[in-house]
């Protein structure tokens, strides 16, 4: 009935997560509010860990991105499902820290990690650098033997795959930011000088071809792609390779349009490709890594919200004003993307008539969603934007200085804040008069 499965209605036609009623959640902690199904994250988490045993025998390791959505909580909830964890900022790799993560099963990403994050890193003994480019090579080198360790690095390969998604996520072509080119050399390049310093060793190689991608044939060009690289990196260099990350984007259902592929059905698809270019590449099979964030965590979360007021413009548009906006949920504003909702409080309603759902920040394009079917819609009502569990808190920001919202987990009918709402005093922390 809903497009997240972790959803359904009660008798009294309130919307339902993780068996508590959305209506009183929302009168208990406020609006906005971020709410998220604990027990749909721990599905999707071993679901993607599940195949990579039935069809790989577990040799590898999934790793959440958790730029999808990072906090304490959700760190130490990765470390207790023996998931590992993508960080790509210090902010990210401190947080994992603070919740206990198991370092070692951390990997750090980033087009420009500054000195004092490969310094963290190297402190915290973080399991493996993903290295950008020859530059990030000599830096983290000079860092390492500085502190006298010896790093496990692989370097980010731009494959030269065009998966079809919105230009801004799509990372795999040559003309992008991220990583080193194999079409021009540059890859195995990076590689010939990474064996040569003293204080790295090389585990592997790491590909990510963009976000929210449907397509399965790009995934499978992408493992061939990167099996033929690990063929020549041993052909040519002798270089043995260990780790094959293959990265994450794997698509979700934000609106009954999309049509995502079985994840399981991807490790299938791509555990074959992988054996198959081992055996004809005369290489040592991989361990297999990917790195999932939005599949893991969007399809758990919904914001909540309180309409304030319903402008009724004849003839032209009726805009549905709601408590929050592009501050929480930057993604229409940024790449026009689309979302379904619900009106919480009238779940089970007929959806008659079309309204657009508009933020409150000083901006006209700051809306939620463009042109949906809702039901009839008044002031007070509590409105839920579907699958914004992945970024959306980790996007937000505090335009028109506004609050961020506070993000609840619900599990069995108990709900739990796991991050605070933002107080006014909050805005002000880092402010000198
Ligand atoms: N690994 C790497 C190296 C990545 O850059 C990303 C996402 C992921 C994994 C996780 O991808 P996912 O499974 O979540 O698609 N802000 C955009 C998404 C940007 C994704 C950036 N990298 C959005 O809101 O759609």
């Known amino acids: 009935m809903f497009v997240s499965e972790c959803l359904s209605a009660n008798e009294n036609g309130h919307l339902m997560i993780g068996g508590c009623d959305t209506v009183e959640l929302a009168k208990q902690f406020g609006t906005p509010l971020y709410v998220m199904d604990e027990s749909d994250i721990i599905k999707n988490c071993k679901l993607y860990q599940e195949s990579l045993n039935r069809y790989y025998d577990g040799n590898g390791?999934?790793?959440?991105?958790?730029?999808a959505f990072s906090c304490m909580y959700m760190c130490k909830l990765m470390n207790d499902l023996g998931m590992g964890l993508d960080v790509v900022s210090g902010g990210e790799l401190y947080t994992a820290w603070k919740a206990g993560f198991d370092m070692s099963r951390v990997y750090f990403h980033g087009n420009n990690k500054t000195d004092d994050e490969l310094k963290l890193a190297v402190e915290h003994k973080v399991g493996t650098i993903v290295v950008d480019n020859v530059d990030e090579l000599e830096r983290l080198n000079r860092i390492a033997s500085e502190k006298d360790v010896v790093v496990r690095i692989m370097f980010r390969i731009k494959p030269g795959i065009d998966a079809h998604t919105h230009s801004f996520i799509q990372t795999g072509q040559i003309d992008s930011k991220f990583g080193v080119a194999l079409e021009n050399g540059e890859a195995i390049e990076a590689y010939r000088r990474a064996v040569e310093y003293s204080h790295l060793k090389v585990m592997g190689v790491h590909c990510h071809i963009g976000s929210q991608i449907f397509d399965l044939e790009p995934f499978k060009l992408a493992a061939k792609v990167m099996m033929n690289f690990i063929g020549d990196l041993h052909d040519k260099l002798n270089i043995e390779i260990e780790e094959l990350n293959l990265g994450g984007g794997y698509g979700i259902k934000y609106t009954e349009e999309d049509q995502p592929i079985n994840y399981d059905a991807y490790i299938q698809a791509v555990s074959e490709v992988v054996k198959q270019m081992a055996q004809e590449r005369g290489v040592n099979l991989p361990k297999i890594m990917m790195?999932?964030?939005?599949?893991?965590?969007?399809p758990a979360g919904i914001t909540l919200y309180t309409v304030g007021g319903v402008k009724e413009i004849k003839d032209v548009r009726t805009y549905v004003s709601v408590d929050g906006g592009m501050i929480d949920n930057p993604r229409y504003i940024l790449y026009e993307s689309k979302y379904d909702a619900v009106l919480a409080?009238?779940?089970?309603?007929?959806?008659?008539?079309?309204?657009?759902?508009a933020g409150k920040c000083c901006e006209s394009g700051d809306l939620l969603i463009k042109d949906i079917k809702m039901p009839h819609i008044e002031v007070g009502d509590t409105l839920a934007v579907l699958a914004t569990g992945a970024y959306n808190y980790s996007m937000a920001s505090h335009y028109n200085r506004i609050p961020n919202p506070p993000v609840i987990m619900v599990k069995d009918g108990q709900a739990k804040e796991i991050v605070r709402r933002e107080s006014y005093e909050d805005l002000l922390r880092n402010d000198i008069l």
């Not at 390791?61 to 730029?67: D, E, M, P």
């Not at 790195?291 to 969007?298: H, K, L, N, T, Y």
């Not at 409080?345 to 759902?357: F, H, M, Q």
């Open 61 to 67: 390791l999934v790793l959440y991105a958790s730029k």
């Open 345 to 357: 409080n009238k779940a089970t309603a007929p959806r008659e008539n079309v309204v657009t759902i």
């Open 291 to 298: 790195e999932p964030g939005r599949s893991i965590v969007a």
